[in-house]
């Protein structure tokens, strides 16, 4: 297994465009997570999705927004990007929800540059 | 609200030298504490939990609910250690299901 994988790998975009990005989680996870980290700061949690359902949502604004796919893999969407938005956004999986218990595995991040 | 602070964000020592990472955290439950790592063009991993009370690559951590700190430590710091070091916290699955919130992070460098 490959691990988690994110595409794509970079990309540039401009203000007030739209983003979509991507993620498979490691086969068998059935949960995935969204963080942004901001260059020099740890990552911030944006969404879990379990089962194909939403179960956390961090401090972002609706300009955010996430799915789950029946494969379990899931996308990333930002609406009218702004400067503020460019970050390394990480996506994590995990074969469970709920608990600490279940480890998480990152992907090795989508660098997004909005200009 | 949860939080997480690492309050070192450059540590240098020297091969063989111990080596602690300082975290402290906030939250009202009972967390759960980790301990992630990122080495050079490599993916965020996790390095240690507390609830398995393991070491790995000789790092020990361990929580003190008192002081509420999980402080990353190892005796004899190696070359290989290099890299950014991230505490994380993660709430009950009422509160805030299994996200992750992290530190700024600390980078480590071991210097021969």
């Known amino acids: 297994d490959a691990g988690v994988t994110q595409s794509p790998t970079h990309l540039i975009k401009t203000r007030g465009q739209h983003v979509t990005l991507r993620c498979s989680p490691i086969s068998g996870h059935k949960s995935v997570s969204w963080y942004q980290q901001v260059l020099g700061q740890g990552p911030q949690f944006i969404f879990q999705?379990?089962?194909?359902?939403e179960r956390g949502r961090g401090n972002f604004p609706d300009r955010f927004s996430a799915r789950q796919f029946p494969n379990y893999s899931s996308e990333l969407n930002v609406n009218a990007l702004l400067l503020g938005d460019s970050a390394l956004y990480l996506c994590?999986?995990?074969?469970?929800w709920g608990s600490g218990v279940y480890e998480q595995y990152f992907g090795p991040g989508t660098r997004l540059t909005v200009t | 609200a949860q939080r997480v602070t690492q309050p070192e964000k450059l540590l240098s020592v020297f091969k063989g030298a111990p080596v602690e990472l300082k975290c402290n955290y906030s939250?009202?439950?009972?967390?759960?504490l980790f301990w992630y790592v990122q080495y050079s063009r490599q993916r965020l991993q996790l390095l240690l939990r507390?609830?398995s009370r393991e070491s790995i690559k000789g790092f020990t951590a361990d929580l003190n609910k008192g002081e509420t700190s999980f402080h990353l430590k190892k005796p004899f710091a190696q070359e290989e250690d290099s890299a950014m070091y991230y505490c994380a916290l993660s709430g009950s699955r009422e509160t805030s299901g299994s996200r992750l919130t992290f530190g700024e992070g600390t980078q480590l460098t071991v210097n021969p």
């Open positions: 994590a999986s995990s074969d469970g």
């Open positions: 507390h609830i």
């Open positions: 939250y009202s439950g009972s967390p759960e």
């Open positions: 999705y379990y089962e194909k359902e």
